[in-house]
């Protein structure tokens, strides 16, 4: 069973589009992760949910918004794409200060 | 605020030689953690080994091994015996686990990567 699984892997879209990328875990972990992989593999990270709260919300654009359902899942939104949101995304959960599972990526490609 | 620094943007040895891969981190924190994770072109992330940092004994796994040195902030990956299939990005990351500092809660620093290649 996979443990930190992400919907699509790919994701090709036209410029002003809103897509969301899904995330679960089944590790049981509690804390939940979004992380940005520019064309460079610069891991920037952008959001990260223990319980269901917002604790790190980094500076990325207000187009992004992550909605936790439960602690399970942390799903990412973004609206209106533009050509600079083309990147890897990764989600990762972790157990408090343990290391980070991640997913294996959403690959989108804002056309 | 704390920085990971990998100065090697690639590297590229022979299969079955041994290489390593340096690191070095800025923090004025006495309790973390540091990682190894390697990105393989299938692009999955995956941990490779992990040190705490009052633990003065090296981490080893297999294959792979650290040398922390504490004092100095420096956190190297050794890999003996290569493998084709160790080619792959290679990134350093930093973790506090000072509670005091909110941002820091949970958190990993991570450098900007070392891109091994291993040739037959």
């Known amino acids: 069973d996979t443990a930190v699984s992400q919907t699509p892997k790919y994701l090709v879209t036209q410029m002003g589009n809103d897509k969301s990328i899904k995330c679960e875990q089944n590790?049981?972990?509690?804390?939940m992760y979004w992380y940005k992989q520019d064309s460079k593999k610069f891991l920037k990270i952008m959001f990260s949910?223990?319980?269901?709260?917002?604790?790190i919300n980094e500076t990325v654009p207000n187009r992004f918004s992550p909605k936790s359902p439960d602690k399970a899942h942390l799903n990412l939104h973004i609206n209106s794409l533009e050509l600079g949101d083309s990147a890897v995304y990764f989600c990762a959960s972790s157990q408090d200060q343990g290391e980070q599972f991640f997913g294996p990526g959403t690959r989108l490609t804002v056309l | 605020a704390q920085t990971v620094t990998q100065s090697q943007p690639e590297m590229s040895v022979q299969e079955a030689e041994t290489v390593t891969l340096s690191c070095t981190y800025d923090?004025?924190?006495?309790?973390?953690?540091l990682f190894w994770y390697k990105q393989p072109p299938s692009r999955q992330m995956i941990l490779v080994i992990r040190q705490e940092a009052y633990k003065q004994q090296n981490a080893t796994e297999n294959r792979f091994s650290v040398n922390f040195q504490k004092a100095a902030k420096s956190f190297s990956l050794k890999i003996s015996d290569s493998q084709l299939g160790d080619t792959a990005m290679y990134f350093c990351a930093f973790m506090s686990l000072d509670y005091s500092l909110k941002d820091s809660n949970y958190q990993l620093i991570w450098g900007a990567g070392t891109k091994l290649i291993i040739k037959p």
């Open positions: 590790l049981g972990h509690d804390t």
């Open positions: 923090t004025s924190e006495s309790n973390y953690y």
């Open positions: 949910y223990n319980n269901k709260e917002l604790i």
